[in-house]
Each structure stands twice: as structure tokens, then as C-alpha cells.
């Protein structure tokens, strides 16, 4: 057993030998990269617990909780099962603003629906569900599904779920993507292509802007987004978001209250095989983004940086892309675009960033999936 244990120990000084740290130099910081955790099949959220613990969900369905070192993780029990296929599984993580006192976390991922009776016309439906449970150190305890669809809105693709969850105002914010069902984003009978908000324990606020208006979905915020997966609420109280355009028209968009984002009336890109979607990038009644990837980034994770640490960066929108593989920040001044600059190329998708207790900058990377944390040199 001791051979074990001195073998165990042998060969993690040597792995944390393999990663020494590297240094990145950027137009006005330069840091240092090193890894955090690893062995995620692909790492999709991250949220910090008053502990300095990380949570990490792994679109796979599991989900972890990793010391303030990094060195242990461990998997979390009582997950609910998930549809992990295509765009789809366990999905973003987020710990409740009065965790401290309630141990409350809340998930999103794609559940199923099998239809049919036998197997020649059996399919699989998916949708997106928001769920809160309390966590007893490694095990989900009396979980709540907050939010579902009506079985009607699920589709076979299992694609443009969404979905990221936020708070602000003792409410909660989430994105359902739009299901790669375009027209329903502007329908508000449907729940795809929106921003929900609902009370921290899952009911419908009396001042959500469709709320009880001829068969609409109460729990709409926003509608016309197409596939948020990035949202993040600034310490001044602004919610922004980034979705997926379709061949260009990635968006950078401020979330207000009833507010049409347009797609698919207007938008900057075009279809994925070239052809038009619209003539329009512009109308009366839709609101443009504050910015446009143009061509596509696959804009996904975001985090609004309010540390001091990488003082020349505060305030500045960390962006994450999974199709060009980097961490962008996007500098806005008066909530309008002022210029962005590419911070960090691993060389894999990035998934997901979060700004650490401290102020360090981490984040999930694919192909390994695997987390990173950024700290600046002196
Ligand atoms: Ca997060
Ligand atoms: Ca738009």
C-alpha cells in the first residue's frame, strides 16, 4: 500500500511537471496558463461555490465538484438522466445567490420524450429543462424540475437547446435556443428562441411581460434569439447575452424586458448553405445587437471581468469560440462596442469562462476537455 501511495505521488509531481505554466502576452497583460482539472469528456459549465469549490458540468451527464486546488474532483450523484446526443446533455450549472444558506444549485439539459408505441415509429423528442436541487456535499437532494415544455414543443433534432442560467433581482434568467425550428422564435406560444425568467424557487413572476396574455408562454422574457449560449449579468445590473447567428450574425446583445431580437426577420448571416435567409439586418420594434460576429465565431460561454486583477481588462465581456478556438474580450463603454481583441489560442473549442473568487480567469476547452486558469505575471 505504501508503494501504491509513494508510486501515486511520484507520478503527480511528474504530471504537474508536464504542464508547466505558459505565458501569454497580450496587448496590455500578460499571463500565465495553467491546468486546473482535467478529464471531462467536454466540460460545458462552470459555476463557484462560496467554498471556492468549482461545480463543472460535462455534457455527458455528469457533474463535478472540484477542490479550490484543482488536484481532487469528484462526481456529484442524483443527476437526472439526459438526452447526450448531438448538441445535447447536461448543460449549464449555476449556484444559487444564497447558497451559503440554502445549498440550492440550479441545472439545464436536454430531456427526452420517446414517442410511439413500437419500435418502427418510435422517435426520440428532446427539449430543454431547468431543474434546482440542494447539494448535500456530492449527492443532488429533493430535485425540482422549474421548468419544462409542453410535450407539443419537442422536436427530433436535438440541436440549439440554449441554455445558460443566470440571476439577477432574486429571479432567474434562462435561454432556450430555438430549437433549429426558426419561425417559432417569434412565436409566443412557443418556448424556443427565448429568454425566460422566473422566481429563484420556479414560479411565474406577475410582471413577466407575457404573462397571461392568450395562450403565451408566461414565463417569456425576451423573444427572436436564436441560440443563446452565453449569458452574464454585469455588477451594474445589465444582462448580457451572445448567441449563435447561423452562417454569420453571432450576436452581442443587452436582455431587456419584452424586448424582439429579431431572428429570423433581420439578422447579419446567411444559411449554412449559402443561401438567404432574409433581406433585412434591420426593422422598427427589433432591436440590433450592441455587436456581430460576421463571419460566425461560434460565439458561445461569456463573463462580464469586474476583478481588479487583470486590472486592464476590467469591465471588459470575456467571449468564448468554438469554432475559431479562442477567448476573445470585447471592450463596450456606454454599453456600445468599443473594440475586441483575441486573448487566448489553445488550439482547442472553447467552451465556457467564469472569473474565479480571485480573480483569475478559468476556462473549458475541448478535445481534451479539460479547464485552465489564466493568472497575470508580475
Ligand atoms: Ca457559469
Ligand atoms: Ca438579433
Redo the contacts with the bound molecule.
Sequence with gaps: MKQIISLLLIFSICSSQDFDADIVKTKKITYQVETFSEGYEIPW???FLPSKELLVSDRNGALYRVAQSGKQKKQILGVPEVLYKSQGGLL?I?VHPNFSNNKLIYISYSHEIATGSNKTFSRTTSFTRIAMARLEEYTLKDLKVIYKADAKHYTPRAIHFGSRIVFYDDHVYFSVGDSFERDEAQDLNTPNGKIHRLTLKGDVPNDNPFKNKDGTVSSIWTYGNRNPQGLAVAKDGTIWETEHGPRGGDELNIISKGVNYGWPIITYGINYIGTKITDITEKEGMEQPVWHWTPSIAVCGMAIYEHSLFNAWKDNILVTSLKDEYLERVVVKDNKFVSRENIYKPGSRVR?V?VGPNGRIFVALEGPGRIVVLSPTQ
Design positions: 459549465g462552470m459555476a449549464d449555476a465556457d467564469e
